[in-house]
């Protein structure tokens, strides 16, 4: 085994899963019913993994810019649905995954290609060894926040209807009634992004920055990597919720500035 270089092996693996019964032993000391769901995501996490390291391998042999493009859509697709499975009470119908599915896509592809074509500048442009990771490491970010505010003003304008609709009656524009609501849901998802950006390198190093350094690049040039990332992370995220929280604003009424909640789907547990 190479010492500047140590691989982790199966066996290591196995050993770290173990931490995971400290989750589930508390889960159960605490009768939160988690433990299932714990395993669950676990060997979800494992497969997932293991299928995304093949196909990358596959990926960046080829350097196909076909697959690249239905590599790129199909991430942009699970996303919109794993987005849409965390709201709480998300808007109904196609909507509901279209609304946010937009948002994520339109930010995401457009902060990837600025990063493409002025940070990175791969040869060729799409070279799936950078657009790949890159997209991935912005959609992880921005699906929670499009979540995150999504949820906040869906469930706000159901606890506060009766507000907005007396102020509706007294010839409030929707847009005003709702202002607050869109205002909190922005920063309700805009602040684990600030938060991140905060706490980077005193409290914690980030996982590209500590992957590279794992594997011998300067701390120097990892860093810059680092906050070339967080930067993009910080932009995509900003749009992707404006677009999403936004787009919801304009779902929850109609032409005769009505709240209409009953676009809004049945509450999740």
């Excluded at 909507?95 to 493409?116: D, E, F, H, N, S």
């Excluded at 469930?155 to 409030?172: C, F, K, P, Y």
């Amino acid at each position: 085994m190479n010492e500047s270089n140590p691989t982790v092996t199966y066996g290591a693996l196995a050993l770290a899963s173990l931490l995971l019964l400290v989750h589930a032993g508390l889960s159960t000391a605490f009768g939160l019913k988690l433990a299932r769901p714990l395993l669950i995501a676990a060997v979800r996490m494992f497969v997932q993994l293991s299928l995304l390291a093949v196909v990358l391998q596959w990926l960046f042999a080829t350097e196909s810019a076909l697959a690249t493009v239905l590599t790129i859509l199909i991430m942009l697709g699970f996303a919109s649905w794993e987005t849409w499975r965390r709201i709480g009470r998300p808007l109904a119908g196609r909507r509901g995954v279209l609304v946010p599915g937009g948002a994520i896509a339109a930010a995401g592809l457009a902060t990837l290609g600025y990063a493409l074509l002025t940070q990175v500048s791969p040869q060729p442009w799409y070279a799936p060894r950078y657009s790949v990771p890159i997209l991935g490491m912005i959609l992880g970010s921005v699906m929670n926040a499009v979540a995150l505010g999504i949820d906040s003003l869906t469930q706000n304008a159901w606890r506060e209807r009766l507000n907005i609709e007396a102020q509706l009656a007294q010839g409030v524009p929707f847009t005003a009634a709702t202002r607050r609501l869109v205002q909190r849901a922005m920063k309700t998802a805009l602040m684990p992004t600030m938060n991140l950006m905060a706490a980077t390198g005193l409290v914690m190093m980030p996982g590209m920055m500590t992957g590279q350094i794992l594997t011998g690049t300067s701390p120097h040039e990892a860093i810059k990597y680092q906050m070339m990332i967080i930067l993009l992370v910080a932009g995509a995220t900003a749009l992707a919720v404006f677009l999403a929280v936004v787009g919801t604003q304009r779902d929850l009424t109609d032409d005769r500035q009505r709240l209409r909640l009953d676009r809004l789907g049945a509450e999740r547990n």
